[in-house]
């Protein structure tokens, strides 16, 4: 089955309100086997509204509409909707409970404008909203599915999750959907493409393979269709296999799995410890490691050396380092790792020192260019990158790479 998702809300037109519900929606809708194959925002007017509504009946079997539908005179979803479907407003006793008890619960008093919000659809059916005042409305014309939400995402969530979804899935039966996402680092997406073409040829008929790079790594998903998620599941891990033999060097997990959560658990079985020296990171490493709960026991500082002053006054890094090679070197890094460690007595350290521009590069040494090191009790290891001019593309590279170096130096 074929949806469309229609947001409502001048915010998300105006940049004011990014638009989170609907890669939510399109997500766990995918999940269960529906496409989502557009998705369309329009603004909080009648005719806007309309066009929408009248343009998705055409294409899409679900329609599913969040926004506007709040207490105030800006929300008029419901009032298109009723032109739409040449409807009117009942008041639903069960909504209205719902809303009393709400109320009731928060200590505030009922106003009109809330006892309309127990108005529903008449020939439709009200969705109950567990988190708030404004129930989802569930509506069918000529074999088509309305569904509205609210546009606030703490509302719409578990409305999709606990009603919505499962109400579509009954309707579903026999059309599932499995996927499974494999997640490289260190190679682009060009050249990733080229190493598994003979891998992605073979895939079968009913299974198709997606890109998803982002600064640092490359996602791939395999998406599987079908009449039995089990076994389906059980192909797609034969393919995965399969794929682990042809670049075993770039895969670093699957699905939700992130280098962060990874590498706690590698310090958590080994316990072992962790510091890092930054430069042109200025910090962004430690925080992606202290983002993970858990990571104290572990990780014990970061010493944020921007400056060479602080290179040399804090970090230790010598003077004559510095002068003759620079701070974006290997001489520099590895001081800077082999360091760090020993101040903070540490297992493991990361440095990282580079150019992230716009400004500061040179011929020999243009913006873009980063030095990483990873030291142990016997040895650093360092490499160097390339990773352009774009300087928050190339702090979130170093990031990711850093992490995936010291991940393939603890296993191995």
Not at 300 to 314: C, D, L, P, R, T
Request: proline residues 3%; glycine residues 8%; neutral net charge.
């Amino acid at each position: 089955m074929k949806a469309m998702i229609i947001n409502i809300g001048d915010e998300l037109l105006i940049g004011q309100v990014t638009n989170f519900n609907a890669s939510w929606m399109a997500a766990n809708l995918n999940n269960v086997g529906i496409d989502v194959f557009r998705i369309n925002i329009v603004s909080d007017t009648e005719d806007e509204i309309l066009n929408a509504l009248k343009e998705a009946e055409a294409v899409a079997d679900i329609i599913l509409i969040t926004g506007g539908l709040g207490p105030t005179n800006d929300d008029i979803t419901k009032k298109c909707l009723c032109r739409f479907f040449n409807t009117s407003l009942v008041f639903d006793e069960e909504t209205y409970s719902d809303i009393e008890t709400i109320f009731k619960i928060r200590k505030y008093p009922m106003t009109t404008l809330n006892r309309m919000q127990a108005e529903i659809l008449k020939g439709g059916e009200a969705i109950r909203n567990t988190e708030g005042t404004a129930p989802g409305l569930w509506y069918e014309r000529n074999n088509k599915i309305f569904v509205a939400t609210p546009g606030v995402p703490f509302e719409m969530k578990p409305m999709m999750t606990n009603y919505i979804i499962p109400m579509l899935e009954e309707r579903m039966k026999g059309h599932v959907i499995a996927h499974k996402t494999i997640l490289t680092q260190g190679i682009g997406e060009s050249f990733l493409a080229e190493k598994i073409a003979g891998w992605e040829g073979a895939l079968l008929p009913y299974m198709r393979l997606a890109y998803l790079p982002s600064p640092g790594l490359v996602r791939l998903r395999i998406t599987a269709r079908g009449e039995n998620k089990m076994e389906l599941q059980k192909q797609i891990m034969v393919q995965v296999e399969r794929l682990g033999k042809i670049i075993p060097e770039y895969i670093f997990g699957y699905d939700d799995d992130t280098l962060e959560k990874i590498i706690l658990n590698v310090f958590l079985k080994s316990k072992k410890t962790l510091s890092t020296a930054e430069s042109c990171t200025g910090g962004a490493i430690a925080q992606r490691i202290t983002s993970v709960p858990g990571s104290s026991s572990y990780f014990k500082g970061s010493v944020i050396a921007y400056a060479n002053q602080i290179k040399e006054q804090m970090l230790g890094v010598s003077t004559e380092t510095l002068q003759t090679f620079g701070a974006v070197s290997e001489e520099t890094v590895k001081e800077m790792a082999q360091n760090v460690r020993k101040i903070l007595k540490t297992d493991y350290a990361i440095a990282v020192s580079g150019i992230a521009g716009p400004e500061g590069g040179s011929e020999h040494k243009p913006v873009g260019l980063v030095y990483i090191a990873i030291a142990d009790d016997t040895k650093v290891f360092v490499q160097k990158f390339y990773f352009g001019e774009n300087r928050l593309v190339t702090i979130e590279k170093a990031v990711i790479t850093s992490l995936n170096m010291l991940r393939k130096i603890c296993i191995n």
